[in-house]
Structures are given as C-alpha cells and as structure tokens.
C-alpha cells in the first residue's frame, strides 16, 4: 500500500529551520517567566535577574514530562506509519522508561536526594497507565487520521517579540502541530497533566490561556503561516475520576480558548509590558525593584515564602524512589 503524498504545505513547514539562541549575546523568556512575572515580579526578579535560582523537584512535574513522552511517542507513530504500528507499542513500558529517566534526572538535579517514595511513584505510574488505556480505546473521538498530518511533537518557536530589545527572544516548544490539508488549518495541542481536570477558575485564568494564544501567534510569524488558519486546544489528562454515578468523569478534557483578534492582541500586550518592565533596550536586565504580590496562593507557591533576607514573607528526604523500578 502507497503512502499519501505529503502536502507541499506540509514539506514547507518540516524544512523550516528554527535558530537555536545566541547565548553569548541573547536572553531567552517563556511562558513560564511571563506566568511568573504576572503573578509576582519581585519573584521573577529573584529568580532569573538576581540569580537566587531555588530548584523545586516535583512527582507532578516528572509524571507530565514521562506522559508527554509517552503520548507524543504514540502518536508520531499514528501519524507518520499507521493506527495499527502505534496500537502495538508497549506503552506501558515507555511510561515506565520515561518514568524512570526522569525521575533519574530530577534526583541528580536536586543534589542527589529523593523527593517522592515508591508507593507514589506506583500511583501515578497506575495513573497514567489507565490515561493510556483511555486514550488508546477512545483515540477515534480524539486524534483523525482523515486529511490531518503530524508537522511535529516539540516544535520549536525562537522569535524576537519586540522589535526594539532585540536581544531577547521568545522561546518554546509545541506538544503537538497537526495540519488539515483539506481547509489548509493548523491545529497546535498542549497536553496538559492534572490531578483532577481543570475547573472553571482555570478555564477562566486568562494567564493560564496565554501560552496557546501567544504560540499561535508566535508560531504564525515564525512559520510564515496565516493566523486565521491556526487553532489551538488544551488536551487535559486526569490522573483522578469519579467513575461512579450517573455520569461518570472522563479522563481526558478538551478545552478551545478564544483566540481571535482581541484576544491575540491582549496576549500580545502582556508580553509586551513584561520585556519593556524587565529589559533595557540592549537586552539588559533593568535594575528595578520588583513589585511584591503577596496573596496567599501567591506566596504558598513561592520558593523564597520561608527566606526573610529574599522577601518577607522543606521538606525533609523522603524514603528512596528507585526500589520502585526494581520492583516492576
């Protein structure tokens, strides 16, 4: 059986080569600085201008990153050879794998000490087994193979936002680009792991919503693609459902924020203040004291709550991970 031909639209995206940032000279921000600078710009500040870096490992954040590999594994196989080569992946073991290499890495990146146990470890391993076993059974609902093509997992964006601090560049990595042949659209999915789904506060977090409205926006410019043509989705993964009752929960959520023309402008507007509230026009740090936000969601989550000399404003090793894997 002939493959199908690859679109020329198709061919024009893949062969698009993304700079990689000049570090010697350049300064790179993402979604994730914009979130914080949003929320606390004295944290920011902290962080990446003063270089009171606090590195927080997490079991969540080992968990999406062994998820995200698993999933954007099964499909590029989807996309790129077939239904049936992706159905036949052990995905069990990538996960397992995933787990394992992440988690490994974390541990070395926090000074050699564990910050999970091997009963957390099997839960979200389990977790994210039936995320798998949902997905695969109700991958029809969720991922067509009809006139969509995979452009790519991890697609980079590498973007100069303002043309008057040219030494900052926006960064990022897409999950997910699909393109439709049919209507020439674009389709970028960031896959989003959570205990239990997103609720109205996170849907209604304009913060939140931002990453996709500024990676449509970003991804437009850097790929030379029609904005109109972009669409852009939250694909949410819940480790925990309440499968009993009349309507039991689904694992996965499906969340589209608007994106039109105000909206990418907002988006846009708020990146803007952060670089011209951060940066010199030469790309330099500026010497500011950063406005403190204290609230208490703010400063629960903040790295430098329990460090009066920082702001005015740990947990102990836990017993060892790693028998989990040699468990299995």
């Known amino acids: 059986m002939k493959s199908k ?19 010697g000279f350049q300064k790179s921000i993402s979604y994730s600085q914009l979130s914080i600078f949003s ?5 920011w500040g902290l962080n990446y201008r003063d270089g009171h870096k606090v590195y927080l490992p997490s079991i969540h954040a080992v968990f999406g990153t062994a998820l995200h590999t698993t999933l954007q594994q099964y499909l590029t196989v989807f996309y790129d050879t077939s239904v049936a080569a992706a159905d036949r992946l052990d995905l069990n073991a990538i996960l397992k794998e995933s787990l394992r290499i992440e988690y490994q890495n974390t541990y070395k990146k926090n000074k050699n000490i564990h910050f999970s146990n091997p ?16 997905i695969k059974a109700k991958k029809a609902k969720y991922f067509s193979k009809r006139g969509w093509h995979l452009v790519g997992v991890e ?7 303002n043309k008057s601090i040219p030494n900052v560049r926006f960064i990022g990595y897409l999950d997910l680009v ?10 970028i999915i960031d896959i989003k792991t959570s205990t239990r789904g997103w609720g109205d506060k996170d849907k209604k977090d304009e913060v939140k919503q931002t990453q996709l409205i500024l990676y449509k926006k970003v991804f437009a410019e850097q790929y030379n693609f029609p904005v109109d043509n972009i669409e ?16 039991p929960q689904k694992r996965i959520q499906e969340f589209v924020p608007a994106s039109g023309k105000v909206k990418l402008n907002k988006a846009g507007q708020l990146l803007d203040n952060f670089l011209i509230e951060a940066f010199n026009t030469d790309g330099g740090f500026k010497p500011t004291d950063f406005e403190k936000r204290p609230s208490k969601h703010n400063c629960n989550f903040c790295p430098y709550k329990d460090n009066s000399d920082l702001c005015d404003q740990n947990e102990p090793p836990t017993k060892t991970a790693f028998a989990f894997f040699q468990s299995m």
Request: a negative charge; one cysteine or more.
């Open 119 to 134: 009963a957390e470890l099997a839960e979200f391993y389990d977790d994210g087994v039936n995320i798998i076993k949902y």
């Open 232 to 247: 852009i989705e939250f694909f949410i993964t819940r480790r925990k459902v309440y499968e009993e009752g009349d309507f």
């Open 155 to 161: 697609v980079p964006l590498n973007l100069q936002p």
């Open 39 to 43: 929320s606390c710009p004295h944290r």
């Open 178 to 187: 699909l393109y439709h042949e049919d209507t020439n659209t674009i389709k």
């Open 5 to 23: 031909p690859i679109p020329k639209v198709l061919k024009e995206l893949k062969s698009i080569v993304v700079p990689e940032v000049q570090y």
